[in-house]
């Protein structure tokens, strides 16, 4: 099955901890993106990356960090900084670098601080 | 800031009827997309439509596309329940890094 799989499906957090999201896509996608999506809201992008060892801020990395060692994963970190971090987190891939090309997603990952 | 609006932010409608979605945008675009999201999931894209076309079919889908008006419409026909969703339509700018999303249309189809 080829896909994007992100885990957890839903996280807590104690306030003041890091916590990691998961992201992979076995698509052979060049590109990946992270997403916060709030209630009632579009998607707007945190992160993304067109190539491995490379990423790029969105509109809303504060508090946010990334990593792309390898081209399967894009893995998200959520750190103490973020200051309302409870959210529904999307990550997505594309197969171009072309970032407004079609993007595939995953089934997303809720993250509630408590 | 959000570059595609789309309007109604909430339609009701019996199985059976067309659904339209519309929405706009304020800047040139190379292309514009529509998504579904079901809720508490991922989205889905279903189609994309470029600046230089004006009118885009999928199955029960239709899109048209007026660069005129910076506005863009979806049209479902022949409803179906599971056509409930959320619908985003997200604009690619010209020149533009990145894909910018509106925050959308939810749908209800009533069986």
Redesign the interface.
């Known amino acids: 099955d080829g896909g994007i799989t992100q885990s957890p499906k839903y996280l807590f957090r104690k306030e003041g901890q890091n916590v990691t999201l998961s992201c992979e896509q076995n698509l052979n996608h060049d590109a990946m993106y992270w997403y916060r999506q709030d209630p009632g809201q579009g998607l707007r992008l945190i992160y993304y990356s067109q190539i491995v060892n490379d990423f790029q801020k969105g509109d809303i990395a504060e508090g946010y960090s990334v990593s792309r060692e390898k081209k399967e994963s894009f893995p998200l970190t959520v750190t103490s900084a973020q200051k309302n971090p409870t959210a529904f987190y999307l990550c997505a891939s594309s197969t171009s670098q072309e970032i407004t090309d079609t993007q595939y997603f995953g089934p997303g990952t809720r993250l509630t601080v408590l | 800031s959000?570059q595609?609006e789309e309007d109604p932010q909430a339609l009701s409608i019996q199985e059976g009827e067309n659904a339209t979605m519309n929405c706009s945008y304020k800047t040139s675009i190379?292309?514009l997309?529509w998504?579904r999201q079901n809720s508490?999931?991922?989205?889905?894209?279903l189609i994309?439509i470029r600046s230089n076309e004006r009118e885009k079919h999928s199955g029960r889908l239709r899109v048209t596309l007026d660069t005129s008006k910076k506005s863009s419409s979806l049209l479902i026909t022949a409803s179906r329940a599971a056509d409930t969703a959320s619908y985003?339509c997200a604009t690619?700018?010209g020149g533009?890094?990145?894909?910018v999303?509106?925050?959308?249309t939810k749908l209800t189809v009533n069986p």
């Open positions: 959000q595609g190379n292309n997309q998504y508490g999931r991922g989205l889905v894209h994309l985003f690619g700018e533009s890094e990145k894909l999303f509106g925050k959308g």
